[in-house]
């Protein structure tokens, strides 16, 4: 039942990649005319139309989608206009620099996230949580363009700690993802706290706590496994914006990305340029929605039980629950969404 749900979710993927695809083919066909964009200014009339033709553009609009469409479906997406290149492999040769980016990112919010989440919930609404829930707060609300503007300013320009544009030894990825990295920060821990503080609750860990268990053992062993699935729904869903912030963050810092690429593409209205990268950020979220679903799958085995139903249903109400805790100035999910929410596994043994 499992395997048909994501064979299910496969084919419905690709249906909204393909939906998406043209979407895109429509808009950027209505912005410009790629002939005079190639073209230099002192061009005479005869060279404009006879590139015109060259490139197909004086075709009927359905005969210049049909023969898009055909390529698409053999991964072919035609030669960059701006690079007279085939236009796929110029985004795959940015993938590295963007999973390198992407990476770096996870390890720094990941592990600061969970530590701010553990901390805060350990003492709930002291002095400490509430500082924190400040932080994580302010985390979740500040815009990555402005705060990647600030650490230019501030770290490379007026104390010239770290480089703030390029590509080259791990120093100069530490300030993109730092930028990207807040608001996941802020977010994840606001979750996690949300989730330790209702597991923390829960009958068995007060049968532990009457067997002599210490908090952080309690919390390391059964408490925090238990609290994953809303944590890992919401990383999933920032694993998913990291691709859109990108766009942002690799222009701000001139990483050689997909994101960076994308913009530029855009500005020389490079049509198949701009497809290949919708095409292959469009996989990659892809591939993040199925991992996680098999995640769920590990952490919580009686997803499988249900079938794809099940796990859709769960992510929903994950998704829900974290959407109430990010609104709320406590950093707390109303009590229906968190009992909707809570997907944990008390474990059979508690020695």
């Given at each position: 039942?499992?395997a048909r749900?994501?064979?299910?979710?496969v084919?419905?993927?690709?249906?909204?990649?393909l939906v998406?695809l043209v979407?895109?083919?429509?808009?950027?066909?209505?912005?410009?005319?790629?002939?005079r964009?190639?073209?230099?200014?002192?061009?005479d009339?005869?060279?404009?139309?006879?590139?015109?033709?060259?490139m197909?553009l004086?075709?009927?609009l359905?005969?210049?989608?049909?023969?898009s469409?055909?390529?698409?479906l053999?991964a072919?997406?035609g030669?960059?206009?701006?690079?007279?290149v085939?236009?796929l492999?110029?985004?795959?040769?940015?993938?590295?620099?963007?999973?390198?980016?992407?990476?770096?990112?996870?390890?720094?919010?990941?592990?600061?996230?969970?530590?701010?989440?553990?901390?805060?919930?350990?003492r709930?609404?002291g002095?400490?949580d509430?500082v924190?829930?400040?932080?994580?707060?302010?985390?979740?609300?500040i815009?990555?363009?402005?705060?990647?503007?600030?650490?230019?300013?501030?770290v490379g320009v007026?104390?010239h700690?770290?480089?703030?544009?390029?590509?080259?030894?791990?120093?100069?990825?530490?300030l993109p993802?730092?930028?990207?990295?807040f608001?996941?920060?802020?977010r994840l821990?606001q979750?996690?706290?949300s989730?330790l503080?209702?597991?923390m609750?829960?009958?068995?860990?007060?049968?532990?706590?009457?067997q002599?268990?210490?908090e952080g053992?309690?919390?390391?062993?059964?408490?925090l496994?238990?609290?994953?699935?809303?944590?890992?729904?919401?990383g999933?869903?920032?694993l998913?914006?990291?691709?859109?912030?990108a766009?942002?963050?690799?222009?701000?810092f001139?990483?050689?990305?997909?994101?960076?690429?994308?913009?530029?593409?855009?500005?020389r209205?490079?049509?198949?340029?701009?497809?290949?990268?919708?095409?292959?950020?469009?996989?990659?979220?892809?591939?993040?929605?199925?991992v996680?679903?098999l995640?769920?799958?590990?952490?919580?085995?009686?997803?499988?039980?249900?079938?794809?139903?099940?796990?859709?249903r769960?992510?929903?109400?994950?998704?829900?629950?974290?959407?109430?805790?990010?609104?709320?100035?406590?950093?707390?999910?109303p009590?229906?969404l968190?009992?909707?929410?809570?997907?944990?596994?008390?474990?059979?043994?508690?020695?």
């Open positions: 039942m499992l749900y994501f064979f299910k979710r084919l419905y993927s690709l249906a909204v990649m998406v979407l895109v083919w429509i808009l950027v066909n209505q912005v410009g005319d790629p002939a964009l190639i073209l230099p200014p002192s061009a009339q005869q060279l404009y139309l006879d590139t015109r033709a060259a197909g004086d075709d009927p359905l005969e210049q989608f049909w023969r469409f055909s390529g698409w053999q072919d997406f030669n960059s206009l701006w690079q007279k085939p236009a492999p110029l985004v795959l040769d940015r993938i590295p620099a963007t999973l390198l980016l992407t990476l770096c990112t996870f390890l720094i919010a990941i592990p600061l996230a969970l530590a701010l989440g553990v901390v805060s919930a350990l709930p609404d002095l400490l509430r924190l829930t400040t932080v994580s707060l302010a985390g979740v609300s815009a990555d363009f402005w705060l990647g503007l600030m650490l230019i300013l501030v007026q104390f700690l770290l480089p703030t544009s390029g590509y080259g030894g791990l120093e100069y990825v530490i993802a730092l930028t990207l990295a608001r996941p920060i802020g821990a979750v996690a706290r989730a503080v209702e597991e609750q829960k009958p068995y860990i007060v049968t532990l706590r009457a002599g268990m210490s053992r309690i919390i390391r062993r059964h408490a496994k238990n609290s994953m699935i809303p944590i890992i729904t919401v999933s869903d920032e998913a914006s990291f691709l859109n912030g766009v942002v963050i690799e222009t701000i001139a990483w050689p990305g997909i994101g960076s690429l994308f913009i530029q593409a855009i500005n209205r490079d049509l198949p340029l701009v497809l290949a990268c919708v095409f292959v950020i469009a996989a990659m979220v892809i591939l993040v929605n199925l996680v679903d995640a769920y799958a590990w952490i919580d085995p009686r997803a499988t039980i249900t079938g794809g139903g099940g796990l859709r769960r992510r929903r109400r994950m998704r829900q629950s974290a959407a109430a805790v990010a609104e709320s100035p406590t950093g707390q999910a009590a229906q968190a009992t909707a929410s809570s997907g944990a596994v008390e474990p059979s043994r508690m020695s």
